[in-house]
């Protein structure tokens, strides 16, 4: 469906939303543009954007189809951008990632939206209430989408990092919890949003470096920011896949550690009770001529004798660190 349809003029907002079929109008308008904006649009809307703005078919249909990685691609003037947005969920630990295509042309730019793509309603407003910055044409809006979709990034790493230090808590507790799943959960959705946010780093810069249509020599610096703000997100996320992924091998030595300690104390605990039951089992197999057995004293000795020997063994497990 169509979110929001306006033209700009001078920088300016023109009064009003437009249907398509104005849209027309402002396509080869000197010093104006059209900013369309769509979310998981119909087939029959697809269409007539296309018809409208004498998209290339192919532009056209790789910006209204869902893909699986970021890209550019230049169809004659026209400039196909993919981002891939993303936004976590705390109560599945789960990072859900969206989709945003940004056609931009001359005098208009199409942004669609797929999934859970992050809305862009708050960059429109920032950028309609500065009439002098948006007087630099599609570009500029253009900047300023890619800028908001990589700034959303952060939280995302921002809770990522908090479950992991959640994570290595429950890792080196007394609690016998083992956290192997949430630890498994959180490394497999790092990976998910590092392929989602990895390959963006090189369309990214091919803008930073001028090699795109309708990106001015002004808008390079901007976009080099934007570069090094990716390269930062890059590496934090490298650094959470592996904190995430020593914290997984901790967790496996600890449960490795408390097995051996589970072991040891099951082992002295039967090698204890193997006195008592060897001794009861000698006594009692009634042999006619057995020591102490006609004696007042053997019973007591017996019983004694299990005593001491038990005790001499708890100690000694107790000293080696088995009990």
């Excluded at 954007?49 to 230049?74: C, I, R």
């Excluded at 708050?122 to 009439?131: H, N, S």
């Excluded at 249509?213 to 990716?230: A, G, I, K, N, T």
Aim: aromatic share 8%.
């Amino acid at each position: 469906m169509i979110v929001d349809c306006a033209a700009y003029e001078g920088g300016r907002r023109v009064p009003g939303q437009l249907d398509l079929d104005q849209c027309e109008r402002w396509r080869d308008e000197p010093g104006a543009f059209v900013w369309l904006g769509l979310r998981m649009p119909s087939a029959d809307e697809a269409r007539r954007v296309a018809e409208v703005f004498a998209l290339h078919p192919l532009a056209a249909e790789d910006a209204m189809g869902a893909h699986d990685l970021p890209k550019l691609e230049a169809f004659g003037s026209t400039l196909l951008v993919v981002l891939r947005t993303a936004h976590y969920r705390k109560a599945l630990s789960s990072v859900h990632l969206g989709e945003i295509a940004v056609l931009c042309g001359e005098h208009f730019i199409i942004t669609v939206r797929h999934g859970h793509a992050s809305p862009l309603d708050g960059v429109r407003a920032e950028l309609d209430g500065d009439p002098e910055r948006l007087a630099g044409g599609p570009g500029v809006v253009l900047h300023a989408i890619i800028d908001r979709v990589v700034d959303d990034y952060r939280p995302v790493l921002h809770a990522l990092d908090r479950d992991v230090s959640e994570v290595e808590k429950e890792v080196f507790s007394d609690s016998r919890h083992n956290p192997a799943r949430r630890i498994y959960t959180l490394l497999r959705e790092t990976l998910s949003f590092e392929e989602a946010v990895e390959p963006l780093h090189e369309p990214v810069s091919r803008l930073a470096r001028g090699r795109a249509p309708w990106v001015s020599d002004e808008l390079q610096p901007f976009f080099q920011d934007v570069v090094d703000h990716l390269e930062r997100v890059n590496g934090r996320a490298a650094r959470i896949r592996s904190l995430l992924t020593s914290a997984l091998d901790a967790n496996l030595t600890q449960v490795s550690v408390r097995q051996n300690e589970d072991m040891r104390k099951i082992s002295a605990w039967v090698a204890i009770a193997a006195v008592p039951t060897m001794v009861a089992g000698i006594y009692g197999m009634n042999f006619e001529h057995m020591p102490e057995l006609g004696s007042p004293w053997g019973y007591p000795f017996a019983l004694g004798l299990m005593a001491v020997v038990c005790g001499l063994l708890y100690r000694s497990f107790r000293n080696s660190d088995w009990l």
